[in-house]
């Protein structure tokens, strides 16, 4: 596209400042105490600390013999060395009593390490007979046991305010005696789609009518992250807007509205957020595809009017809402995971005072990843088929081919990585 094709947008907000303004208006909707086993994927608001000494006391690596180290230090094929077997001790119960020289206890993984006793052989290197326990081949002192508080200390840091709990997260928490915890409420959103030619999924279509794609992919994205979510589709109705709008904002913490937020004579959505006396932040970015968001605070709530093309409104939403949405629940990470890769051709911006994302895919080949941008007619085919986005960054005309870049992954997670592996290598 060339320069002329594109307004200078001058009056546009910039991309880096259109973010920046977005984290530091969205804030933390609240702190929630959870137990444990609901706190997955959620983000910490208070630093954890064990409880407690983690074993609690010395206890067993293996299933075998408790043993006095003086008594097989010196034990071999041709000299072994033969225990009496005076009981057992098994995890959770304790052998009760010291366990005297030449004596042995038959010990289980996790069981309590016997009085008196301070060594563990395996019990495939024993050979039980029915008047002792023969061993034929020494070990190191403390061997194959666990000393009281290895895995954790009482007071020790388990884990930081702000710290995504993960299930290993979850198992240490648990085992250090932590039942509940302090966890960054996940704020509630709103998607308001807007115009008469909007239909929501399932209704009949006039001609010129469309189905209301944009919401399904935004509340698809939420889900993803795990964010309740409440939907409506309205008509290009100054009156119904406003009765939605006001409808939603005791209920939720979060509105977008999708539609409606361009420079035509139906695009009420901004205007009504006026006469709401809302605080805009921002309207129109120099960013492409996505140009036309505004955003801006409702008494005290984001509200994030984002435009009505497919392409505009999932880069206006990926790139500026969810971030902002992710900063409500305590996150300050971006919700693209990214990786670097080399570009298999050039790519140039519309205009170097902008910001411009594209779609790409992604492969891995010869060792390493390569991204490629998607080429494709159909706005919707591009959505779900890219797997990731370039961005040209302000100050940038070109990409060129052959260039090391960071591309963001379209995946809410880093696990989502081995995936694009599998479908794309060859």
Same mark, same amino acid.
């Given at each position: 596209?060339?320069?002329?094709?594109?307004?200078?947008?001058?009056?546009?907000?910039?991309?880096?400042?259109?973010?920046?303004?977005?984290?530091?208006?969205?804030?933390?909707?609240?702190?929630?105490?959870?137990?444990?086993?609901?706190?997955?994927?959620?983000?910490?608001?208070?630093?954890?600390?064990?409880?407690?000494?983690?074993?609690?006391?010395?206890?067993?690596?293996?299933?075998?013999?408790?043993?006095?180290?003086?008594?097989?230090?010196?034990?071999?094929?041709?000299?072994?060395?033969?225990?009496?077997?005076?009981?057992?001790?098994?995890?959770?119960?304790?052998?009760?009593?010291?366990?005297?020289?030449?004596?042995?206890?038959?010990?289980?993984?996790?069981?309590?390490?016997?009085?008196?006793?301070?060594?563990?052989?395996?019990?495939?290197?024993?050979?039980?007979?029915?008047?002792?326990?023969?061993?034929?081949?020494?070990?190191?002192?403390?061997?194959?046991?666990?000393?009281?508080?290895?895995?954790?200390?009482?007071?020790?840091?388990?884990?930081?305010?702000?710290?995504?709990?993960?299930?290993?997260?979850?198992?240490?928490?648990?085992?250090?005696?932590?039942?509940?915890?302090?966890?960054?409420?996940?704020?509630?959103?709103?998607?308001?789609?807007?115009?008469?030619?909007?239909?929501?999924?399932?209704?009949?279509?006039?001609?010129?009518?469309?189905?209301?794609?944009?919401?399904?992919?935004?509340?698809?994205?939420?889900?993803?992250?795990?964010?309740?979510?409440?939907?409506?589709?309205?008509?290009?109705?100054?009156?119904?807007?406003?009765?939605? /709008?006001?409808?939603?904002?005791?209920?939720?913490?979060?509105?977008?509205?999708?539609?409606?937020?361009?420079?035509?004579?139906?695009?009420?959505?901004?205007?009504?957020?006026?006469?709401?006396?809302?605080?805009?932040?921002?309207?129109?970015?120099? /960013?492409?595809?996505?140009?036309?968001?505004?955003?801006?605070?409702?008494?005290?709530?984001?509200?994030?009017?984002?435009?009505?093309?497919?392409?505009?409104?999932? /880069?206006?939403?990926?790139?500026?809402?969810?971030?902002?949405?992710?900063? /409500?629940?305590?996150?300050?990470?971006?919700?693209?995971?990214?990786?670097?890769?080399?570009?298999?051709?050039?790519?140039?911006?519309?205009?170097?005072?902008?910001?411009?994302?594209?779609?790409?895919?992604?492969?891995?080949?010869?060792?390493?990843?390569?991204?490629?941008?998607?080429?494709?007619?159909?706005?919707?085919?591009?959505?779900?088929?890219?797997?990731?986005?370039?961005?040209?960054?302000?100050?940038?005309?070109?990409?060129?081919?052959?260039?090391?870049?960071?591309?963001?992954?379209?995946?809410?997670?880093?696990?989502?990585?081995?995936?694009?592996?599998?479908?794309?290598?060859?």
């Amino acid at each position: 596209m060339s320069y002329s094709e594109i307004d200078e947008g001058k009056n546009y907000t910039g991309f880096g400042k259109a973010l920046s303004l977005v984290r530091s208006n969205c804030k933390p909707v609240g702190i929630e105490e959870l137990p444990i086993d609901l706190c997955n994927n959620r983000i910490l608001a208070e630093n954890l600390y064990s409880l407690l000494d983690n074993p609690s006391t010395d206890v067993s690596l293996k299933d075998g013999f408790a043993v006095r180290y003086e008594d097989i230090a010196t034990a071999s094929t041709k000299n072994p060395v033969c225990l009496k077997n005076i009981g057992s001790a098994f995890a959770g119960t304790a052998f009760k009593g010291e366990v005297p020289k030449g004596c042995t206890v038959n010990i289980c993984s996790g069981a309590p390490i016997p009085e008196g006793t301070d060594t563990v052989i395996a019990v495939e290197l024993c050979e039980v007979t029915p008047e002792c326990v023969r061993i034929t081949k020494g070990a190191k002192k403390g061997q194959n046991i666990l000393a009281a508080g290895k895995d954790l200390r009482k007071g020790e840091e388990l884990a930081p305010a702000g710290r995504i709990l993960l299930p290993g997260d979850l198992g240490l928490i648990a085992s250090a005696g932590i039942s509940s915890a302090s966890v960054y409420r996940k704020p509630k959103v709103a998607i308001i789609a807007i115009g008469d030619e909007v239909v929501a999924p399932g209704g009949h279509l006039h001609l010129g009518q469309l189905y209301a794609s944009n919401l399904v992919t935004i509340a698809a994205w939420l889900d993803s992250f795990g964010f309740p979510c409440q939907t409506g589709v309205v008509k290009d109705d100054r009156a119904a807007i406003r009765c939605k /709008m006001e409808d939603l904002f005791t209920a939720v913490d979060v509105i977008l509205t999708s539609g409606g937020a361009w420079g035509s004579e139906r695009d009420l959505t901004v205007g009504i957020l006026d006469e709401f006396k809302w605080h805009k932040k921002f309207s129109n970015v120099r /960013m492409g595809p996505g140009k036309g968001v505004s955003f801006g605070l409702w008494n005290n709530k984001p509200v994030f009017c984002l435009p009505g093309g497919p392409a505009s409104n999932e /880069m206006a939403f990926l790139q500026l809402a969810l971030p902002g949405i992710l900063r /409500m629940e305590g996150q300050k990470r971006h919700p693209l995971p990214t990786v670097f890769a080399k570009l298999t051709k050039d790519v140039t911006s519309r205009h170097r005072d902008w910001a411009e994302f594209k779609s790409a895919v992604l492969a891995y080949k010869n060792g390493e990843y390569q991204v490629t941008p998607y080429q494709n007619r159909s706005r919707l085919q591009s959505i779900a088929n890219a797997t990731c986005f370039i961005c040209i960054p302000e100050g940038f005309d070109v990409l060129s081919g052959g260039d090391t870049i960071e591309v963001q992954l379209l995946t809410p997670s880093l696990g989502g990585l081995s995936i694009v592996r599998r479908r794309y290598s060859k």
